[in-house]
């Protein structure tokens, strides 16, 4: 399991929502990243040196530090897709290779290099801005179908990461939630709620948002 790249945004015109600005354009970078706990959200600040988000309402903060996706994925995607995806388009921090990113259990540690450790925290849930960058109608649709979405990680040991860098699970809690079930449970498969409530990890507002759903059914 290895980090295959780390990718910085490179802010660009957003016309695809109310946010004027997107971050989602991200490159992969040379050399040692720093990784550090992000102010709260609603700031703009995410885990990458020379990363932010802009759109601060749905984007960013500890709990969406940073942001990973595996190449296998993008690999399906391309054929999907019939074009070409470089490490970086789907507006993922960390690009990884060899590790099920989806299988994933919300509250699994993975180690970094030396000293970085992150903690999966919650899916990425496509929006407008997603759609726009990939210009294709029904992205959104296409994307919560097939229900590969990638994590996001919080930081809990800040430090330097680089290309290259070996990846460890060194934590897996005890509970069945993986990141492809919380997906589907938020998104298409409304039945799956119950279940999210035995991961602590999950931020606050996804279990808020399921408790209040299932409230409602």
């Known amino acids: 399991m290895q980090l295959l790249s780390v990718n910085v945004g490179k802010p660009r015109h957003n016309p695809w929502r109310t ?11 040379d050399g040692p990243v720093l990784v550090t706990v992000p ?3 609603g700031t703009g600040s995410v885990g990458l040196a020379g990363d932010r988000a802009f759109d601060v309402k749905h984007h960013g903060g500890p709990d969406q530090a940073v942001y990973a996706y595996a190449r296998e994925d993008l690999d399906v995607w391309e054929a999907e ?5 470089r490490n970086g388009v789907f507006g993922e921090n960390l690009t990884t290779i060899g590790m099920d990113v989806n299988g994933a259990l919300i509250g699994e540690r993975w180690r970094i290099g030396e000293s970085v ?4 925290s919650a899916p990425r849930i496509p929006c407008s801005t997603f759609q726009g960058w990939l210009d294709r109608k029904g992205w959104i649709k296409q994307f919560t179908d097939a229900a590969r979405p990638g994590t996001y990680l919080r930081v809990i040991e800040e430090g330097e990461i680089r290309a290259g860098d070996r990846i460890e699970i060194v934590h897996r809690p005890s509970h069945q939630v993986t990141v492809a079930l919380t997906f589907r449970a938020l998104t298409n498969e409304p039945g799956l709620l119950p279940a999210l409530l035995d991961a602590d990890a999950l931020p606050d507002e996804a279990k808020e948002k399921a408790r209040k759903r299932l409230r409602t059914s």
């Open 81 to 85: 897709l019939d074009t070409s995806l």
């Open 39 to 41: 102010e709260a959200k």
């Open 117 to 120: 450790l992150l903690e999966v």
């Open 19 to 29: 946010a004027t600005t997107t971050g989602i354009d991200k490159r992969p970078v």
